[in-house]
């Protein structure tokens, strides 16, 4: 069930398959490239954290995201500095990979070189 904290909502496991299922929602792994080719939701797109400072300018402002790492934490953070930079309607995966039970792939799927890719 969806919380907030920190002004960030953070959704549970059955809400990001929902999310996924949504066409409008744009959900992204931001975990360093060899976390997602050791493991990664499948037709996920990889813009790790490290980058997402440098491209943040490029998302659309008014879309719908859903951004998933590890454990939760990383991507908390990266939801508070989209909201930051005008990209409000962005939620967090709490508990990250860590909790997915989902289906998982392997490899070199969806790695972002641009972020007009993910539209």
Request: glycine residues 8%.
């Amino acid at each position: 069930m969806a919380y907030e904290n920190e002004g960030v909502i953070q959704i549970d496991v059955d809400e990001l398959k929902e999310a996924l299922r949504d066409d409008e929602t744009i959900v992204i792994d931001i975990r360093e490239h060899e976390e997602y080719v050791a493991g990664h939701i499948p037709g996920l797109p990889l813009i790790p954290m490290s980058e997402i400072v440098d491209v943040v300018d490029e998302f659309e402002k008014d879309r719908s995201y859903v951004l998933v790492c590890r454990s939760g934490r990383r991507s908390h953070e990266t939801s508070k500095f989209f909201q930051m930079n005008g990209i409000k309607n962005v939620k967090n995966y709490a508990g990250g990979m860590l909790v997915w039970d989902g289906e998982i792939a392997v490899g070199e799927e969806n790695i972002v070189k641009e972020v007009k890719e993910i539209y």
